[in-house]
């Protein structure tokens, strides 16, 4: 059965909120330059700009509706941005009130003009009255301000001007020489101008007005989604209380049912060089950050500003279940046990250090000649063992992955060091629940900003405190936070690690680098002198093996992460080293050198997870493929250009991030050039796309846990000791080459076909 999709109309759902540096805009529906310096004569404090909207007019004589509807209409055009529209009202007596609303057709032309005043009202009643109605609407209202000047058509036309201000003279000017509104200077005009009195009604209700740029709600996921919730399960009071532990929930109050209608404001903050949208204005929390370099791949509104989205009722309601379930999956009492007793034991079986025949042969590229080359749907990924016990995914996803990861027992799950993932509150605290490691990253709007990264990590500790959990528990949660440094200047590094270590108790450190640099090495050297034993030290992306060993000789290093550098949007995912990685990976996992360091993969995985847990890899550290499209990231989406929701996604040594650097006054020069351009940019401009599927990050851990415990379940282990040991006794290849070929014919038997 198909899945049925409940798709609902955007509507309005929420509002942006602007920082203290926002300049303040009002939006203006003309492109004349005449009218809009008028305005910005008459409205000093805002900047006003114009906008081109030809929209249809309603074909009526009521002034007054045919303005509402044009606001209504301008605001829809403008992608929900609240426009101010004029309508002017021209009525001369002698003309039974006429042309009345449709001025501008009546007198576009001089000679129409010239014929009004010197034949049509020929012994008629030259009386007239001009009329201004301006309009703006904020999504729930229409505020309409008027302003009428009387006065008279002048025998001829006077002064060269727009409209019908060559004819119009003004009531109430004295003395003997009367002017038309064409003959007067600019400020003689404003005194008798009915646009000056209806922006004076305007600034009276000034504060009235709920103007701002407009969020809008996503369509409702698919049917079948929501009929997964199951609250009545999952309504224990701490899972409950863990699901609303959201910036993204703020003000919504836990209830069992997991509705919350509430959205919270968006702030939008603007530096030199970036925009960043945030759920709460005093959080760390990175936020969504956009650059011009982003803008590119966004769609626009009109003036340039991006469409924002938020998740609907339906959406959150989903996300939060999802967090209350993982919260009892992960604080289940047979678990917590399971870590603190693997804890005490530290009986990790060491890295088997086994050689594979397929590796070797595909790393020489000479793999048509191998013997593992899979001809036949039987000889996809690898050959199905009898089991000597029965092993259940069940327990494999919920008791198995946890391994050795530095220190301490940890889930082979980790989160790395990008900052539109791990630089969320939310996804941390959800990340270090999930007994992963997570890595608050060191670059983007945190470079050379220690005082933001400490503060993030003290709201992270005050949400996990604020929970039902006991004091063990939480200091086991605690020590998986973990913080990114440089290695430029490894004194330098030395002072951020003392800060955050003693303001925060934080004691999990990587040393990130994408270069091949020796200061790695003297980083962590200097490291583990000052602090010892008290700190967890990892090293990576790791640049080769020679560094590698040096890393664990010199400053015993607890681990090393390979992959690419920069970031999975970065240009070393094509210029060899993502085809390296593999090879380097291969040389440590069997050199005894490194049975006893962490080995971590950073990037460009996909799901080859069982491969790699067989290879030796003691973790994986995720990026977007965990955050992707979450309420953890804020719940905030912007659309692309084709139509996409989702989020700007950047590497670390990405055109955009170091654009966004270059708002710290310390490193601009390190990241524009003369001209204002980035200098040796790596990456390219990326964007995430919102997973149906998927509303909390919950989602993706328990997929992707999923996948590693097949391994498990299928080579009939328990957990990541036993399947050392079985790998240790085992005399045959678990590898295999898998041809296109095999592929396509396992998908076609999966799918039914």
């Not at 007005?209 to 969020?215: F, V």
């Not at 698919?222 to 959201?246: C, D, G, Q």
Request: proline content about 4%.
């Amino acid at each position: 059965m198909p899945r049925t999709y409940a798709e609902t109309q955007p509507r309005i759902v929420n509002k942006i909120q602007g920082s203290a540096t926002r300049t303040e805009v009002l939006y203006i529906a003309t492109t004349n330059q005449d009218k809009l310096r008028e305005f910005q004569r008459l409205i000093p404090h805002k900047r006003i700009e114009g906008v081109k909207l030809g929209v249809d007019e309603a074909q009526t004589l009521d002034h007054h509706e045919v303005v509402i509807k044009k606001a209504k209409l301008a605001f829809e055009k403008y992608g929900f941005n609240p426009i101010l529209v004029e309508d002017t009202s021209f009525e001369i007596a002698g003309l039974n009130n006429r042309p009345g609303p449709f001025a501008d057709f009546f007198i576009s032309e001089p000679e129409m003009r010239r014929d009004i005043a010197t034949r049509w009202l020929k012994d008629k009643d030259r009386r007239a009255s001009a009329k201004v109605k301006l309009a703006i609407y904020d999504g729930t209202d229409v505020f309409v301000f008027e302003g009428i000047t009387d006065g008279e058509i002048a025998p001829e036309p006077k002064g060269n001007s727009f409209g019908f201000d060559d004819i119009f003279i003004p009531d109430g000017q004295k003395g003997k020489s009367k002017l038309t509104f064409a003959q007067m200077a600019p400020h003689m005009k404003d005194k008798y101008s009915m646009r000056r009195k209806a922006v004076e009604e305007y600034l009276k209700r000034e504060k009235e007005l709920k103007l701002g740029r407009y969020i809008l709600e996503l369509p409702e996921p698919f049917e079948s989604e929501l009929l997964r919730v199951r609250p009545e399960h999952i309504n224990k009071r701490a899972a409950v209380k863990f699901a609303y532990t959201l910036e993204a929930t703020n003000g919504n109050k836990p209830n069992a049912n997991f509705y919350a209608p509430q959205f919270t404001p968006v702030f939008e903050e603007k530096s030199i060089y970036y925009d960043r949208l945030m759920i709460d204005a005093k959080s760390a929390s990175i936020g969504v950050v956009v650059t011009d370099i982003d803008k590119s791949k966004l769609s626009l509104k009109k003036n340039g500003d991006y469409i924002v989205w938020q998740m609907g009722p339906e959406r959150r309601q989903l996300a939060l279940a999802q967090r209350a379930e993982y919260f009892l999956s992960n604080t289940d009492p047979k678990l917590i046990k399971i870590i603190q007793e693997m804890e005490k034991n530290k009986n990790y079986p060491k890295r088997v250090a086994k050689r594979s025949a397929t590796l070797e042969t595909l790393l020489r590229i000479d793999y048509k000649d191998t013997p593992f080359y899979a001809r036949a749907i039987r000889e996809v990924g690898y050959k199905k063992l009898a089991a000597q016990k029965e092993v259940s995914r069940r327990h494999s996803i919920q008791y198995g992955l946890i391994n050795k990861i530095g220190k301490y027992p940890r889930m082979m799950l980790g989160i790395g060091s990008m900052p539109a993932c791990s630089c969320h509150r939310d996804v941390i605290i959800t990340g270090i629940m999930g007994h992963m490691a997570v890595f608050i990253a060191r670059n983007n709007i945190y470079a050379g900003n220690t005082p933001l990264r400490i503060k993030l990590i003290k709201q992270v500790i005050k949400a996990l405190d604020e929970q039902e959990l006991k004091t063990d528990v939480k200091k086991l949660f605690k020590r998986n936070i973990g913080a990114a440094i440089g290695s430029a200047n490894p004194k330098k590094e030395l002072e951020i690690v003392k800060k955050i270590y003693n303001e925060t108790g934080v004691s999990l450190y990587r040393i990130y680098g994408i270069n091949s640099d020796p200061r790695v090495i003297e980083t962590a050297v200097l490291l583990r002198k000052t602090f010892g034993d008290k700190i967890e030290i990892f090293a990576g992306q790791l640049v080769d093996k020679e560094q590698g060993v040096a890393l664990i000789e010199k400053a015993g290093v607890d681990g090393l992460v390979f992959g690419h550098g920069g970031g999975r949007q970065c240009t070393s995912a094509t210029n060899g080293m993502a085809l390296s990685s593999l090879e380097e990976i291969y040389s440590v996992v069997t050199d005894e050198r490194f049975n006893s360091t962490t080995l971590l993969h950073e990037g460009g995985i996909g799901k080859a997870l069982g491969g790699l847990m067989v290879l030796g890899i003691d973790g994986i550290l995720y990026n977007q493929q965990l955050t992707r499209g979450t309420i953890e990231t804020g719940g905030i989406f912007l659309q692309n250009k084709k139509g996409e929701f989702g989020q700007p996604y950047n590497g670390s040594a990405s055109a955009p991030t170091m654009v966004i650097e270059a708002a710290n006054p310390s490193l601009t020069d390190k990241m524009l050039n003369y001209s204002g351009r980035t200098k040796v940019p790596e990456g390219k401009k990326g964007f995430t796309v919102y997973a149906e599927k998927a509303n909390s990050m919950a989602f993706w851990v328990e997929e992707f846990k999923h996948q590693m415990a097949r391994t498990l379940a299928d080579l009939g282990v328990l957990n990541v000791t036993e399947l050392r040991e079985f790998i240790a006794g085992y005399d045959k290849e678990l590898l295999r080459i898998v041809t296109p070929e095999a592929q396509q014919l396992s998908q076609a038997w999966g799918a039914g076909k």
